[in-house]
C-alpha cells in the first residue's frame, strides 16, 4: 500500500508555526560553530603572541591553536618562550589543554572542567651572585603599573581537575658548572577555585619528579575523590637542611639567609561538598636559623620556630593557627654613624645591577593629565580587597636576646636585654568594628642587672600596657645624657608604669591628638646622683611618686603624692650671671660659644 509523505511524522513536523524559526536557530548555530572553529585560531593567534610577549619583555610564539566551540575546549600547541640573548628556549610546552563550561559566561570568571599543561621544559641559569637569566621577566612581571587598579583580592576562578605531566627542569648553574635536573615531574590538582562550583572531579592530589637521579613520589590518601568529594595529600620533610640551596636566593632579597633546617608535617585537604576549599593542617619547623643583612651583619638568628596550623585555607584568605612558638630568637638593631638603622633599610629595595654599574636612567615620564573628576570618583569607590582573616591562638617566645648599638652617641650605645619572653593570645585580624575583644599579653627580660615585666591588652582602637621596672639602672641611658649634659646621672628606678591609649576621633584626631596617657605609681627614683668627676653636684635619697597621671593631648599633670628625701644640691651662680645648671647643659655651652666665633671671624 502506498504511504503517503504526509503521513510521516517529519511531515507532521512542518505543519506546526515554530519548526522553521527552529531549523533556521540550528542552521544559524551550526553555521556560528563552523565560522568560529575556522576563524577563532588564526585571528587569535598572533595578537595571543603578542600580549604574552609585552608582558614577558621576551617573544613568546605558539605553534598552533585549536578550538571547539560546541564544547568549549581550547588548546594551545608548542609553545615557546624565548632565551635571553640569543640562548636555547626558556620555556617550552607541548600542549596547553582547557575544557570550559558554559558557566563561565553567567559568572563572567573562568570555570574549567579539565585544565591539563603536557611536557613543559623550563630551563634556568644561575649566573652568580643571586642574578639569573630570567630576573628581566620577573622585573617586567613584577614591575609596579602607571595606573593600578584597585586591588579586588584574589582572582574569581574554579579550575577542576589540573594536572601538569611530563615536566622537566634544567637548573644551570655557572659559578660551579653544575646542572640540576628535574625530570618526570608530575602534578595534579583536584581544583584551584574561589568560586562555588560543583564539578565533577576526577583528579586525586599527586605531586612525583626525579630529582638529579632520586626520585620522590607522593600521592592521596584514602578513598577516590569521585566518590566522596574529598581527598588528602600529606607531606612530609625531616631534617631538610637548606644551606646547599640557599646560594640560589635572589641578590636583591633585604636579608640574606645563611643556614636553616626544615622539618614539616602538612595535611592539603581537598573538599568539595559541602563546598569547595583547600585546606591546610599540621606543623611546620625552621631550626638552626641565621640571617644577616645585605653587608653580611648579623640580623636575626634563632633556635626554632614552630608553627602549628590549625585551619589554613590560602584560597579563602583564611588562616587560623593553635600556636606559633619561637625559641632563643637574637635579634641585632644597630644604627650607624649616618643615622641609619639596619631594620630599617630592610624595607628599601636593593639597588639594581643598572645602578651598580652606574648607568644613566631614564628621564621621568611627565605627569599624567589630571583625570575627569568622573573617574577619580570611580575609583575612590571602587571596592576594596577583602583582607585576609587571621586568628593565632597563642604565642610564645622564650629566652630571646635583644641587642641595640648605636654609632650617633659619643661614646657609642651598647644595650643588650636577655631571657626575654612573650606570651600573647586570642590574636584575631583585622579587629572587629564593634565591640572588637582584645588580645592579651604579658612578657619580660633582663637588662643588664635590671628585670622588667609586663602585661596588656591591645585591639586597633586602644591598649594599655602595665610595666613593672626593678632596679633599672639610669646609666644605661648615658650615652644618650651625654649629648646634652656635661655631668654623669647615677641611680636606680623601681616601680610600675602604665600607658593607655585610645584611638582618637573626631576633632581631636584632625588636631593630631596623640590619645596616650602615661600612669605611674608607685615609681621611686633611689641614689640619685649627678656628679662632675669625682664633684657631686647633686644628689637624692629617694623620690616616690604615687599616683601620677599625665594625659599627653592635655598638657596637664596630676599627682597625688609626691615624697623627697636626703635631697642635696650645691646652688652657684658664676661671675657671668650664669647659673650652675645653665653650664650642665652642653646646648648652653655652644649657644654660648657661637657668638664668640662669629665675632672672631
Do not use: C
Request: net charge neutral.
Amino acid at each position: 500500500m502506498p504511504i503517503s509523505l504526509r503521513s510521516l511524522p517529519f511531515a507532521s513536523l512542518r505543519q506546526h508555526r515554530w519548526f522553521r524559526p527552529a531549523v533556521r536557530a540550528l542552521t544559524g548555530l551550526i553555521a556560528l560553530w563552523l565560522v568560529t572553529w575556522l576563524a577563532i585560531p588564526p585571528l587569535v593567534k598572533g595578537p595571543l603572541e603578542r600580549m604574552a610577549s609585552e608582558q614577558l619583555g621576551r617573544t613568546v610564539t605558539i605553534g598552533g591553536i585549536d578550538f571547539e566551540p560546541w564544547s568549549l575546549e581550547f588548546a594551545l600547541r608548542d609553545v615557546t618562550v624565548a632565551g635571553a640573548h640569543g640562548a636555547p628556549p626558556q620555556l617550552t610546552i607541548g600542549r596547553i589543554y582547557a575544557d570550559g563550561e558554559l558557566q563561565s559566561l553567567l559568572r563572567l570568571a573562568p570555570v574549567v572542567d579539565a585544565f591539563t599543561i603536557d611536557n613543559p621544559v623550563l630551563r634556568i641559569t644561575h649566573l652568580g651572585d643571586g642574578r639569573y637569566d630570567v630576573d628581566d621577566i620577573i622585573a617586567k612581571v613584577t614591575a609596579p603599573k602607571n595606573d593600578p587598579e584597585p586591588d579586588q583580592g584574589p582572582a574569581r576562578l574554579a579550575l577542576h581537575n589540573l594536572a601538569l605531566t611530563g615536566g622537566s627542569i634544567d637548573f644551570i648553574d655557572n659559578t660551579v658548572r653544575e646542572t640540576h635536573e628535574v625530570r618526570a615531574l608530575t602534578l595534579k590538582v583536584p581544583f584551584i577555585s574561589t568560586l562555588p562550583s560543583q564539578r565533577e572531579v576526577k583528579v586525586e592530589p599527586h605531586l612525583a619528579f626525579t630529582l638529579d637521579g632520586s626520585r620522590f613520589d607522593s600521592s592521596a590518601e584514602g578513598t577516590p575523590f569521585a566518590q566522596t568529594g574529598k581527598a588528602d595529600a600529606q607531606i612530609r620533610l625531616d631534617g631538610l637542611n637548606l644551606a646547599p640551596y640557599l646560594g640560589y636566593l635572589p641578590a636583591n632579597l633585604p636579608v640574606k639567609v645563611l643556614g636553616a633546617t626544615l622539618d614539616a608535617d602538612v595535611k592539603v585537604a581537598f573538599e568539595q561538598h559541602p563546598r569547595m576549599a583547600v585546606k591546610l593542617s599540621g606543623t611546620v619547623q625552621a631550626s638552626g636559623v641565621r640571617m644577616a643583612d645585605r653587608q653580611g651583619a648579623d640580623l636575626l638568628s634563632y633556635e626554632r620556630l614552630t608553627i602549628d596550623m590549625a585551619d589554613v585555607r590560602p584560597l579563602e584568605q583564611v588562616v587560623r593557627l593553635q600556636h606559633v612558638e619561637l625559641t632563643a630568637p637574637v635579634v641585632t638593631a644597630t644604627r650607624d654613624a649616618a643615622g641609619q638603622i639596619n631594620l630599617a633599610q630592610l624595607a628599601t629595595p636593593a639597588p639594581g645591577p643598572s645602578a651598580a654599574q652606574g648607568k644613566t636612567t631614564a628621564p621621568a615620564a611627565p605627569a599624567p593629565a589630571s583625570e575627569p573628576a568622573s573617574s577619580s570618583k570611580a575609583k575612590a569607590k571602587a571596592p576594596a580587597a577583602p583582607a585576609w582573616a587571621v586568628e593565632v591562638a597563642s604565642v610564645a617566645v622564650r629566652g630571646g636576646t635583644l641587642r641595640w648599638a648605636d654609632a650617633t652617641t659619643r661614646p657609642a650605645a651598647a644595650l643588650q636585654a636577655t631571657k626575654v619572653t612573650l606570651d600573647a593570645a586570642a590574636i584575631a585580624l583585622p579587629f572587629a568594628k564593634e565591640n572588637a575583644k582584645p588580645f592579651t599579653f604579658k612578657g619580660g627580660l633582663h637588662l643588664q642587672g635590671s628585670t622588667l615585666s609586663f602585661t596588656g591588652e591591645a585591639t586597633d582602637q586602644k591598649a594599655q600596657v602595665h610595666t613593672t621596672l626593678n632596679a633599672l639602672a639610669l646609666q644605661l641611658a648615658a650615652p644618650y645624657l651625654a649629648q646634652a649634659l656635661e655631668p654623669t646621672v647615677t641611680g636606680q628606678l623601681s616601680g610600675d608604669v602604665g600607658v593607655t591609649w585610645q584611638a582618637p576621633t573626631g576633632a581631636a584626631a584632625q588636631a593630631g591628638a596623640t590619645g596616650v596617657t602615661i600612669k605611674a605609681g608607685p615609681l621611686a627614683l633611689e641614689q640619685l646622683a649627678i656628679q662632675q668627676g669625682k664633684t657631686s653636684l647633686a644628689s637624692l635619697g629617694r623620690l616616690e611618686v604615687t599616683g601620677a597621671e599625665v594625659p599627653l593631648d592635655a598638657r596637664t599633670a596630676t599627682l597625688e603624692r609626691l615624697a623627697i628625701s636626703q635631697p642635696q644640691l650645691a646652688v652657684e651662680r658664676g661671675a657671668d650671671g650664669r647659673w650652675m645648671f645653665e653650664r650642665w647643659l652642653k646646648a648652653a655651652k655652644a649657644e654660648k660659644a657661637a657668638p664668640a666665633v662669629q665675632g672672631g671671624a
